[in-house]
């Protein structure tokens, strides 16, 4: 078994490049940041932004051919980069865990979830085979899923959307992983038990003292969740810091046009939402300089010219972003936002 040695999660310059028919293509570019353990950590962005890539990425869960890998990823002390597919094996389930996006696939559909739990446990040796079978229901248990000895012998079909959501959970969680990737793990929910998963989500990681990273386009799930937020766009991240921070005062334009087009119970009637113009960029035809100025209605000569650094401002130490021109310096001030809806549903649930 792989053992940690620090508390922290490292990312430095990581980039990821894929060898396609039709050439190279970089979904993820030149990607830093350090989270703590403990934390919660968004990554939020439209479709094709490279969130999904980056995740896999931090546990190398990516199929290798025809893939480069550039940078470093210290997890908790072990530099995953540098591991052989054999020790690479032993950090699974329990160093780091990934919840996928779609249980139905992810799930193996002719198997009983009861066995599907009891092979991630027994690649714990703590663990006394004669005693599986009860992890195995206590694990159901632990994530909210009732009669737990029947819906173990059930097969994924069988069981809700919100139930196989959490048998995923239950098999993420089984070995004790110290980083959870949750990737949009609500999705195809319908509110109220996006509210339900996320919940659990949140208890299990305080409970266990867990680092996860969220990975969704919703910046109000963001802001309920995560104590961090990273906001990226066509492979990279163009601000990163604390969520309330960011969600009050986005100074990247893009973040500012994310939370303007998120629906919000708290906007009036009257008020439409904004919509992005244009379409995300085609990664083999990015656009030279700013790769959001197409899109942008603050761009302005040199935004098409150079490609802004990631840079910290002249507030938090620990937010910063990618613009020559960040919204405190143009022609409004920051409006108050509150997009966490999700506060208003667990009031009436």
């Not at 490049?17 to 939020?44: E, H, M, P, Q, Y």
Request: charged share 25%.
């Amino acid at each position: 078994m792989i053992k940690t040695s620090t508390d922290t999660l490292s990312v430095k310059n990581l980039s990821v490049t894929f060898k396609t028919n039709r050439g190279l293509l970089k979904a993820v570019d030149n990607v830093s940041f350090d989270i703590k353990k403990g934390s919660v950590l968004g990554i939020v962005g439209e479709s094709g932004s490279g969130k999904t890539v980056l995740s896999r990425t931090l546990i190398r869960l990516l199929p290798e051919t025809n893939l480069m890998i550039k940078g470093d990823i210290d997890l908790f002390g072990i530099k995953v980069t540098d591991l052989k597919a054999r020790k690479l094996k032993n950090i699974y389930g329990h160093v780091a865990s990934i919840i996928f996006q779609d249980p139905l696939t992810a799930l193996n559909p002719v198997m009983k979830v009861k066995k599907q739990l009891a092979e991630t446990l027994k690649t714990n040796p703590n663990i006394p085979k004669k005693q599986i079978k009860e992890e195995v229901n206590e694990l159901l248990q632990s994530v909210g899923i009732p009669d737990p000895r029947t819906k173990a012998n059930s097969y994924p079909h069988q069981l809700s959307g919100g139930q196989r959501q959490r048998v995923m959970i239950a098999s993420a969680i089984a070995n004790s992983p110290q980083l959870l990737i949750a990737d949009e793990p609500t999705t195809a929910l319908d509110v109220t038990i996006q509210l339900q998963i996320l919940k659990l989500l949140k208890s299990l990681q305080e409970q266990n003292d867990m680092t996860l990273i969220l990975i969704t386009h919703d910046l109000g799930v963001v802001e309920y969740v995560c104590d961090y937020v990273g906001v990226m766009y066509a492979g990279t991240i163009v601000e990163f810091g604390p969520t309330k921070e960011i969600i009050k005062n986005p100074l990247m334009p893009y973040t500012r046009a994310l939370i303007d087009s998120t629906p919000s119970i708290h906007r009036p009637k009257s008020e439409k939402l904004k919509p992005i113009e244009r379409m995300i960029p085609d990664p083999f035809n990015l656009p030279k300089g700013c790769r959001f100025a197409p899109r942008c209605r603050y761009a302005q000569p040199r935004c098409l010219i150079e490609s802004p650094k990631l840079t910290t401002g002249s507030g938090s130490a620990n937010h910063s972003y990618a613009c020559f021109y960040p919204l405190k310096e143009l022609f409004f001030a920051p409006q108050d936002t509150d997009l966490n809806d999700w506060t208003q549903i667990s009031e009436i649930d």
